[in-house]
């Protein structure tokens, strides 16, 4: 399809105007393609899985407990979300929210996640026969579905919302 121009100028920005619109075209469909990888790319799930599962406890805390750690009562600085038990050693309830809550960068990432207090602090606040059966599942192996991901993400997305509403009107 060929278009008159009224001189050089004219076509110059014709054929810049063109081009961004192809470049935005462009990037739209990488854009989109990419979404569809990641919605069904179990890595890229996982993680995601994974950071909201953290905000969300941290959130929980915040409201719960203030802003501190649960090892060290620690209350300033950025929070991680802290696992009571590791998710290498206990991939079945990585996403278990009752054995992750806020924790201190210092705590959890410089101080090996202070297995002692941490673990204090579980039994304190749900006993020793739950803290025990948390334990009891180290080497238990879990294969998450591409569909559990995307649901629970799904779940969490609004359970994040609602707290961040819930601290905004505090």
């Given at each position: 399809?060929?278009?008159?121009?009224?001189?050089?100028?004219?076509?110059?920005?014709?054929?810049?105007?063109?081009?961004?619109?192809?470049?935005?075209?462009?990037?739209?469909?990488?854009?989109?393609a990419?979404k569809?990888?990641?919605?069904?790319?179990?890595?890229?799930?996982?993680?995601?899985?994974?950071?909201?599962?953290?905000?969300?406890?941290?959130?929980?805390?915040?409201?719960?407990?203030?802003?501190?750690?649960?090892?060290?009562?620690h209350?300033?600085?950025?929070?991680?979300?802290?696992?009571?038990?590791?998710?290498?050693?206990?991939?079945?309830?990585?996403?278990?929210?009752?054995?992750?809550?806020?924790?201190?960068?210092?705590c959890?990432?410089?101080?090996?996640?202070?297995?002692?207090?941490?673990?204090?602090?579980?039994?304190?606040?749900y006993?020793?026969?739950?803290?025990?059966?948390?334990?009891?599942?180290k080497?238990?192996?879990?294969?998450?579905?591409?569909?559990?991901?995307?649901?629970?993400?799904?779940?969490?997305?609004?359970?994040?919302?609602?707290l961040e509403?819930?601290?905004?009107?505090?």
């Amino acid at each position: 399809m060929s278009h008159m121009v009224c001189g050089y100028e004219c076509s110059l920005k014709y054929g810049a105007k063109s081009l961004n619109k192809k470049a935005k075209e462009k990037k739209t469909k990488n854009r989109v393609a990419l979404k569809q990888f990641n919605n069904s790319d179990k890595t890229v799930l996982k993680k995601n899985t994974q950071i909201l599962v953290n905000k969300y406890s941290r959130l929980r805390d915040q409201i719960e407990r203030g802003y501190n750690c649960c090892t060290c009562g620690h209350t300033e600085g950025q929070m991680d979300g802290g696992h009571f038990l590791p998710t290498s050693g206990y991939s079945s309830i990585r996403y278990n929210t009752n054995q992750i809550f806020q924790q201190c960068k210092r705590c959890n990432r410089f101080n090996g996640g202070m297995p002692k207090q941490y673990r204090e602090f579980m039994i304190a606040r749900y006993g020793l026969e739950y803290v025990e059966k948390l334990e009891a599942t180290k080497g238990e192996l879990r294969k998450y579905s591409v569909d559990f991901y995307t649901r629970l993400i799904k779940i969490l997305r609004v359970k994040i919302r609602k707290l961040e509403l819930k601290i905004k009107r505090i």
